[in-house]
Structures are given as C-alpha cells and as structure tokens.
C-alpha cells in the first residue's frame, strides 16, 4: 500500500522526460484512429514518447471482448509499453474514455503499472450510454446482446445494473469507489464535450451527465458522483476541467478538427502551460 501512494502521488509533479503519452481509441476502430493525433505530438515533441495502444485483435476485440478482459489486456498493454516510465499521461477518445478510467482506477500505481499524471478524455463515455429507442433498447439490454457486445457501459436509467463495470468505477454496485485516490492525485483530469455529437447519448455524457427515469438529462454537478467520485475537489483546486465544443460532431475531436483541438487546447493542457482552451466555433 505504501508503494501504491508513493506511486500515484509522485505522478502529480512528475516531469515530461518521466511520463509517456498513451492513446486509447474508440469502439469499433483500431489504432488508426488515433494516428493524426499521434503525428502531431511526434512532430512537436520528438523527444516524447507517445504510445497508441493496440488492445489485443483491435477493432473487433473493443466491439466483442468482455469489458473485464478488455480492460486487463488494455493495462497489461500499457505496463508493457510504459515500463521505463513510472507514469503516463492518458489521452482517450469514445470507449477509450471508458477503457482509460477503468485502468486510471483498477490499475493504475498498483504492480508495476505506471501511475497517471494526466487524463484528458474526448468526446468519451463517462456517465453511460443509452438510446431511446424501444426496439433497439430491448435487444441491447437482453441477456443473448451482451453475450455478443458487452461493452460494460451500456446504462438504461429504469433499470439496475451494478455488475457492470461502469457501475463498479462509478460506485453504483453499493461499494467504495475503487481508484478514489489515484483520482485525487491527478493533475489534471479534462473532459471535451459536444452538444453536437451524434455517437454518444446524451451527448454530455463525456462529462458525467446521464438521464434521470424521465430521461432527463441530470447534470454531472447535480448528482452524487460528483462528490463521491472526487471530481467537486479536484474542481475547486483548479484540476477538473470540462470544455465545450460547439459544433463538433463525434470523429472531429480525432479526425476532421483534430489540428485545431491540438493546437488550441490538447497541447497547452499537456505541456502544463495553458489551462484552457481556445474557441471552438463551426
């Protein structure tokens, strides 16, 4: 335990030369995803080194892989990659986000798997994913479904699933929040959101929102998570940050808009110099 502490907390003023970039794509795609990003953090930083994670068979493991599974061949990865590093940054898009916190709060600082300094998550899945659709809701929440997609985040807000992982990292399951204190040792921990985005549902998500039975949308601010989590005290230290993307759709914070979200923003939080991001208009 003593270890695990010296660990997370040391990653908070850990510098650069110490710390690897790790990329985690999304559902459905492989590390190509995420290589426009990847090209412009080798072209600007040389000296980084930055890892675009390949979780076992790519594309076809991040649809059908079991979540538990996923995850634990994502963290294995990574410690694999990052062994001369005792910590990383972690830059997650979509499903990444999902993967990337399972790992910041299941794995991260514990046997030898580095520790997190940063974790700026993009248009990912925070609070859950549900779509309003009758047909489509009753095949995704059947039993035979997730056998075939068990992605681990799926939520319908009328319905209790503390099994999923996505309830385990939450603290849905009725048990302590695993992870609470690689959380709070953070340095930063960012969420980009877009109202825009036609992939994530709500489209908040990214930041915690999900529906209430009525499926209204119940902001992040106005739950418990936002305490139980750590997230309110990181946001009064100045370490929990969520930034607006007016207009962009799901693929533009990696692909069509990915050299304005680095030049404006992912390259400021990074180098720990500007804690905001410039504006994103359509």
Known sequence: MIILIFSIQYCTNAVDSETAIVLIHGFGVGTWRMRPLQKLLNRDWPDRTVINLDILTGALSSIFENPERYVRAAADEIRTRSSNFQCIDLVVHSQGGFVGRSYLQLYSGNSNYPGVRNFIAMSSVQGGYYRNIKLADKIINSNNYQLIVPT????????????????????????????????????????????????????????????????????????????????????????????????????????????????????????GGSQTCGSFKQ
């Open 152 to 271: 681990g985040y799926w939520r319908n807000p009328n319905l209790s699933n503390t099994n999923s992982l996505l309830s385990i990292i939450n603290g849905n399951n009725g048990g302590p929040i695993p992870g609470h204190d690689q959380i709070l040792n953070l340095k930063q921990f960012v969420c980009f959101y877009s109202y825009q985005d036609e992939v994530l549902k709500p489209p908040t998500t990214s930041r915690f929102d999900f529906y209430d039975s009525n499926l209204n949308v119940v902001e992040l601010e106005d739950q418990n998570l936002y305490v139980d989590l750590g997230l309110k005290q990181l946001f009064d230290q100045g370490r929990f940050q969520t930034f607006e993307f007016t207009g962009f759709k799901h693929g533009y914070f990696v692909k069509q808009r990915i050299n304005d979200v680095w030049s404006k923003c992912l390259k400021g939080l990074l180098s």
